[in-house]
Structure formats: structure tokens, C-alpha cells
């Protein structure tokens, strides 16, 4: 009989949660038992999993008793507060986070890029930012055939970055406009219904704002390398949950297109959406609800002998954030990476 | 008492039409006459300007006598029929359409960047495209400080881009998706209603289509140069009807931030809006019936030795159309050159 894990989701109730339930459930994980983990506000509330309504409990340090995996997504303050302590339990912490990402001692993981560095984890895994899993993946198996030296991207981000409250907002100001009354924005800062901003993370002394510098960051980290240039525009767009980027990436040789195309479509996690006659591309609505990052467009730049321009558009709740996590959760299963710190319980 | 023009709108119902009738009123425009020239399915509606019903006409050769200056926004084929027999009839026209805009013989002319093509006309004069116009205000007093090496463009462009329908039919889709009814296309060849997807004009041979050759072709001319590199992704976005853009530069020499900043503050038809404290940026609805190209978060490309990063937001039909129009049909009153090919009427 093959072993099975208690998984604990903290933070459930948000839009990763819920979709962290989902794929629990979907991909069949080897689930032992789950455990929802909330604030206090949401106790007494109760999640349907495969059919059973499991009770939401308030986290705390014995909440962590016997479990093997916390999946963490309940904000950078809450992983700080917690996720050492589920960790000191025993646990392994994959948290969606930006709490631990850049710490050296955490792996920063897609399982399609860097598999390899969960098996360094001291407890922490830390799962990247949702921009930064997208590019990833549809741009490591062009990198491993020919080194990426510049990247310029502009990314066109769905509310769900910001949650399911922006979600909701995005909607709720598009039937105010279109009945005749003023946006009001209360979860994001401008109204973005039927209009666009410049992402509203603080911004550095650059001028670069957090979201673009994750970026920048976990993406040199993720490639194990800090000789790529990256420089990114994110823009925040009225779509509900997919993000799109244009994304103009300069090698170090020429790169043809085609090959670019044939590495792409036989690569794990990222599928070719390219229908030149029909102009089909990928677009956000299909990307919604999908597991892969839809690749297409992808053209010799022509501005530059050694560039290729490539868009991509992904579910940022799905391969952005919990699936992600999830994927993570089944490498440390399959990788036996849980036991090293496994304490008897 | 000074000299007044007889002025014929070709395409006077459009989006772009309605925009030429709005600002020859309110910039004062030097008119004797305004004729308002459409299809013949038009023929029998008036629009107002000035408080008078002017009746819509059919257009025909003798529609054309004793027009000064033809402002023509009906698409490329009316105009290719249309404007040179209004230049035969004496009238210069200013063509809105893509048809004339890459000929020699024809100037293309943003009056903030190139008013001096303009005296060189043969009786057109090409209004360039949208993304291009806005594109070339804000870059030209960067360009002339130091040259622009390389251009990286994404862009968000509005659904006015698409014409009247296209506005009227995000706004539609958007109501029927908000009351969980499937979103229809008809003008678009996608749902764009909590979507986007890349521009839909055809594709050539490259990969790259129509709209962002237009960006490539366009600006050099504009600009009087063909080194500048330019490669463009250009996307359309949910928004009614301003158009945004991510410009990634790249100088032949560094540029601060804070002298590009300093030039745009003081250069014609741009205005910088940057509160980096409220992390306030251009955004589409801000653009909307301004006649300024909006530029802000102008930072030193952390990529690139010599780069400066832009983000950019115009209203696509002012002044990435009408209002363009308009300050060339003034330039050419202002410079006297409807004259030398004015026949006496």
C-alpha cells in the first residue's frame, strides 16, 4: 500500500484555497488527511472536499500536530508567523508567498524548471510569483538549448492576482458603467473596469514596483543564474483570471523560430497555440481553467539578429499559484523529500 | 478679416467622424463651410455642429467642388476612390486611412514631430496610425536630445481602434457575460469582454501583423530615419477608447530618467503624469478626451546601460486620430500651404 500525507491548507477560503482544494481532489494526491486552516473569521464555515464539508479551523501551533505538508497561501505576514512553526512540527511548508522566496535557504521551485532544488529544502518551499511561474515554463526549454542573455516583457495581469475581492470588484464596477454609475474601487486602488494601470505594488528608488522586480528576481533565481538581464512593465488589465505577457526575449545566438516552436510544443507544461491563418493565439479565456501556459506568436524580432518575440498567457490561480504548489507537494512525495525532517508522529 | 476654409468630413458618421465634428467647433476652426459626406445609407440623417442640423450628403465627384481641405476617415478603399478626385476638384485632403500613409509622394505628418513634411504635399496628406501618433509626441524630444537606437513595444489598444461597433460591442458582451450569458462576437473576431487578445489585423510572413507594422513602418517615416529598430506586440485590450503603450528604449547613449523626464514636462502634446508616492500613473480613462499623450514611469531600463523604460496612454480617437487631423488641416492654414495647388473657385 502506497503512503499517504496529512495536508494542510492554510489559508483555504481565498481563491488559491479554493483552488488548492480542487486539484487536491482532481489529481488524486495522496491525501491522508486535509486539514483547512484559516483566521479566526472564517471558523465555523465548512469547505466541500470529494463530496465531504470539511470544518475550517483557526491556525494555531497544535493545528500543525501530525502534519506532513502545509500548503500556504494566506499572505507574506501569515507564512512569517507560521510557517516556522509548522516546519519546528515537522512539516514541509510550500508556501505561495513572497515571505521566503529570496532567502537563500529556500528552494524557489517550478517543477518543470528546477525540480532538482526542492531536494535542498530545509523545511520551506517556496512557491514563486504567478508572472514569474508562467515565464518559467514556457521560456526554460528555450534557455537550455540556447542561453537567454535580455528579456523585456510587459505583462497584462487578471484581477485574480490581487484576489477573489478584485475579482468580484472588476465585475461589480463593469455593471456600474454600463448601467450608467461611477466604478468605485475599493479593493484595488483605481477603478479598473473597462480600464487598465500600471501595477499598484510599491514601487523602489528605480522606479521598478515589487511585482516586476519578482520578476527580475525569482526568475534569475529560478534559472540558477544571475547573468540574464530582465526588465518588465506589469500592467494591471480588466480580466478576471488569466495573465497574459508579450515577452521579447534576446539570446545569445540567433534562435530560429521554428526550432523555438518545435522545443516549445514537445515541452512539459507549455502548449503551442498558433493558428497563422485563422490569427488564433493564446488568449486569457482559454487559458482559464487550464493546466499549461499557452505559448503562440512566436516571431524572429526584427529589430534585433538574435531576438524572438513569444506570448504567453496562463490561469494565474492555476499553474500561477496552486497548481503549482500542488506539483510541488507530488515532487516531494515522489522524490521521498519529506522524510529527511519527517519527525515520528 | 481673415481667410476661411470650406471643409468636407468624408466618413462623418464614424467614431473618428463624430470626434471631427466636435473639435472643428471647439478649436475654432477657420470654416466657411462644413460638408458632411458619407455612404449613401447615411444620406437623409443630419448631425449637429454648432447648434445647426447639417445633412449628411453621398459622396460624388461634384461633392468635392469648392472644398478647400477633405478630412476622410471612411477606411482605405473610399479613399483610394475618393481622394484624388478631391485633389482633382483643388482640395487637399488629410487621410485618415492607411492607404497613402507608406507613399513617397505622400507626407505623414504628427504636426509635434514633422509639421515641415507637410509643405511638400501633392494634395494628400497621411494621418498615421493610432499607436504611431501617440508613439512618435511622446518620443520625438527624447529623440532629437539624444537618437533612438531600439524601440520595444506592447501595446493595450482600446476597442475604438475597431470602430463605433466594436465600442458598442465589448460593452454588450460585457453586460451578457455579467448575467451569465455567453459573450457574442460579431465586429471582433473574439470575445474582448474580459479578455484580450493579439491585434487581429492580417499576419505577413514574419509573424508580425499589419498594426505593428504600421508602428515599425510609420515611425521611421515620421521620424526621417530608417535605423531605428523597432520591433512591437500589439494587443487588444477591454478598454473603450484609450490606447496604452510599454515602450522599452534603447539609446545609442545612456539617458537619466530625469532629464527624459524634464524634456517631456516641457514638450507639445504630452503631458508627464507621475505621483510616485500614490503610485499614480497614465491610465485609459484618464486619456479619454484629452488632447495630450499621457507618459509616465519613465525609469533607467535596469537591463539595459543605455535604456529607458516609458509608459504612455492616448485617447485613440482624439488625438491618435481626429485631433491629429485637425492640427494638420491648421497647419496648413497656418503655413498658407492649401494655396499652391488651391484652384479658384
Known sequence: MSKSYNVAILGATGAVGTELLELLA???FPLANLKLLASERS???TLSFKGENLPIEAV??????GIDIVLASAGGSTSKTWAGKAVEKGAVVIDNSSAFRMKEEVPLV???????????HQGIIANPNCTTILLSVALWPL????PIKRLVVATYQSASGAGAKAMAEVQTQSSAILSGQPAVAEV???PL???LFPHNSPLNEQGYCEEEMKMVNETRKIFGTQQIRITATCVRVPVLRAHSEAVNIEFEVPFSPEEAREIISRSPGVKLIEDWQANHFPMPIEATGRDEVLVGRIRQDISHPCGLELWLCGDQIRKGAALNAVQIAELLVEKNLLKPLAISH
Do not use: K, M, T, W
Open 26 to 28: 482532481n489529481r488524486n
Open 43 to 45: 471558523v465555523g464555515r
Open 60 to 65: 494555531s501551533d497544535r493545528a500543525f500536530d
Open 110 to 120: 517550478v517543477p518543470e524548471v528546477n525540480p532538482q532544488a526542492a531536494a535542498h
Open 143 to 146: 534557455h537550455q538549448v540556447r
Open 188 to 190: 484595488l486602488p483605481y
Open 193 to 195: 473596469a473597462f480600464n
